[in-house]
């Protein structure tokens, strides 16, 4: 099947994600703090991006179902998803609102820039290729770091 020759090419870049300082600090539970704050500085401004972007998609949509499943997601991201933004202040020690205006950083400005492009130009197919890199990822990392036993009650990012 296709996609899983996909999934087998994407492999080692999906093994560099995981051995990334970053992601090995959450599963070991430590993170040094200027990491933490450049990671909701950037994520908080993503986010506010992908909503944009998901809700462009709305427009595109023939079915109610197909539009629910674009509100729920952007009402997850505005609701939901900021939690770990907030663990992550907590360890941090700074206030969530001060860490909401910053600029993109140069990768993640091209990737918004690959996003909108693919809302403007692509169908819907193409759009949803260009937006799950990043859930997709998260998913995997999830899966990885319970996997490998790193979400214990003393991690303080198990939440």
Known sequence: MFSHQLVKEANPILEAIFDHPFVKGIGDGHVDDAALKFYVQQDFQYLSEFIKIYASIIPLLKG??????FAENIDFILNSEIHPHHV??????VTYE???HATPSPK???YQSHMYRAVRTGSLANIIC???????TYNEIAKQLT???K?????????
Do not use: H, V
């Not at 109610?64 to 499943?69: G, K, S």
């Not at 260009?130 to 997709?136: D, E, I, M, S, T």
């Open 64 to 69: 109610r179902e197909d539009m629910r499943f």
């Open 147 to 149: 996997a490998t036993g």
């Open 98 to 100: 001060s860490l909401q």
């Open 108 to 110: 993640a400005y091209l």
């Open 130 to 136: 260009a937006l799950l890199p990043c859930p997709w």
């Open 151 to 159: 979400n214990t009650e003393d991690n303080q990012f198990k939440s």
């Open 88 to 93: 992550f202040c907590d360890i941090a020690n």
